[in-house]
């Protein structure tokens, strides 16, 4: 009987969790993909030497503290908790089965001497350092075959401090590529939300050959002068879940990639299932990117309710000759954007090679892909696509987009090539190249 009687309870529970995701269908979050953890087990770290006095070195702090963690394998995991200050440090890894807390006013400053920053190996799906040959800075915040990683708080600082970086860049004085602010490589379950992330020396947040990842109630700063300071890069990864953060950086907000050239196309890994809603920003590049890594293909992407300000590009698919890949199923909807100098852009001549080495026949395939209801103000030029002539860009379709000019001489008509598709009730009008019959083709399917 009582066991009929916890069977009832249960069924109960589960048509009550079922109504009330129903009634709040409107508002979907990342939610759900990530188990979020309690843990018993906290310790400090400050219980490791940790000074937060702003000068104090406590890379020693934190790899002890990391160390403990690792090695202690307390049930449920372990909290280490940042305390109000600034925390100076060195690169470190993280561990499984983790939580870094920052409590409010705690913030982790990365140390500027550059000289002694640990060297990693290249990523296999690039082949080498993105920025250089050979190895790569190592992240500031790293992890490599990681589950279970929690990074939270009360909106405490990640500080890049990346103006040494962003120096050596503009004076071509670096050896490496510049560390990214964090990078997971292999992991699963990770959640990232209520940080601050700022003055990363390279790209903010990189999750790359990892799965099931939610960033949101993040904020990422730099400069819109920081070079390659995109926000975050979803790369080879699936089940990304991006939401509710504000983004202003000097590179591409959000930018989800899959390696490049005959690297990207032999590690093959794509990313799918990515999605990306809530996100507010501005930028001198882009808004929501695909690209132009995308040699391992880029599937099943949505980006919605994304609201954009003094923009290089609002939303841009950028491939090129060599990459191969497939970029297919990407809907961007709900856009706003305000002083941009393209809404729109698809391109297959973007970015730059590896080597001499990559395949010029490996031509990228891009299809399928809808972007509605877009509405802009003050865009120079309200949407531009280029596919390649042997490799046109098919399936486009363009639905319920109003770009209105900035009423200056630098403002442009749409241009089109080597594209097929359709586009209902866009104005101004885009190109011939794109039929206007709903029924027909592209946009048939996405009402
Ligand atoms: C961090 O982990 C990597 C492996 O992912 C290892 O090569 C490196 O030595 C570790 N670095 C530190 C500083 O612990
Ligand atoms: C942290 O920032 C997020 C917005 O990114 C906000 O929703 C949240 O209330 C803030 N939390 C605290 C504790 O200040
Ligand atoms: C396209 O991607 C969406 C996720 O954005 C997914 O739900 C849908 O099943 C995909 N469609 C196809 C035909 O693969």
Redesign the pocket.
């Known amino acids: 009987m009582l066991c009929f009687d916890l069977l009832c309870i249960g069924v109960i529970v589960l048509i009550s969790i079922n109504s009330t995701s129903f009634a709040n269908a409107e508002w979907v979050t990342c939610s759900g993909i990530v188990p979020m953890r309690y843990r018993n087990d906290k310790i400090s770290i400050t219980d490791f030497g940790g000074v937060g006095d702003g000068v104090t070195l406590n890379t020693k702090a934190f790899r002890e503290a990391i160390y403990r963690i690792e090695h202690l394998r307390r049930r449920g995991g372990t909290l280490l908790y940042i305390p109000p200050g600034e925390y100076l440090t060195g690169p470190f890894n993280l561990t499984s089965r983790m939580t870094l807390y920052f409590a409010?006013g705690a913030v982790i400053k990365a140390t500027t001497d550059t000289e002694h920053w640990p060297l990693i190996a290249p990523l296999p799906s690039y082949g080498r350092g993105r920025e250089r040959p050979g190895g790569r800075y190592m992240s500031f915040i790293h992890g490599d075959g990681l589950h279970d990683v929690i990074i939270t708080g009360?909106?405490g600082t990640i500080d890049g401090q990346g103006g040494v970086w962003w120096n050596m860049w503009r004076q071509r004085t670096l050896q490496f590529t510049r560390p990214n602010l964090i990078e997971l490589m292999n992991s699963r379950n990770i959640i990232i939300s209520?940080v601050i992330f700022k003055n990363s020396p390279f790209w903010n947040i990189h999750p790359v050959y990892s799965s099931n990842v939610v960033i949101r109630?993040?904020?990422i700063l730099a400069p819109a002068d920081s070079p390659n300071t995109d926000g975050i890069d979803p790369d080879s990864s699936s089940h990304v879940c991006i939401e509710?953060?504000?983004i202003s950086t000097g590179d591409d907000l959000v930018a989800v990639k899959s390696g490049w050239d005959e690297y990207g196309i032999s590690y093959g890994r794509p990313s799918h299932g990515i999605t990306i809603r809530r996100v507010t920003g501005s930028s001198p590049f882009a808004g929501i990117a695909v690209g132009s890594e995308t040699s391992g293909g880029v599937e099943d992407v949505l980006a919605e309710h994304i609201t954009l300000y003094n923009m290089g590009v609002g939303i841009h698919l950028k491939t090129n000759i060599g990459r191969g890949g497939v970029i297919r199923n990407i809907t961007v909807s709900n856009v706003y954007m305000e002083n941009a100098r393209k809404g729109i852009k698809i391109s297959g001549d973007v970015g730059d090679h590896p080597d001499e080495y990559y395949n010029p026949n490996a031509l990228p395939v891009l299809k399928d892909v809808v972007i509605k209801n877009v509405w802009g103000e003050r865009v120079q030029q309200p949407g531009l696509i280029h596919g390649l002539r042997n490799a046109p860009f098919t399936g486009i379709c363009l639905s319920n987009i109003h770009l209105g000019g900035a009423r200056g001489p630098r403002d442009l008509p749409w241009q089109c090539s080597d594209v097929s598709g359709a586009a209902v009730q866009v104005s101004p009008w885009p190109c011939s190249q794109l039929t206007s019959r709903q029924q027909n083709g592209a946009c048939s399917s996405s009402f």
């Open positions: 409010k009360e909106n209520n109630y993040v904020t509710d953060s504000y």
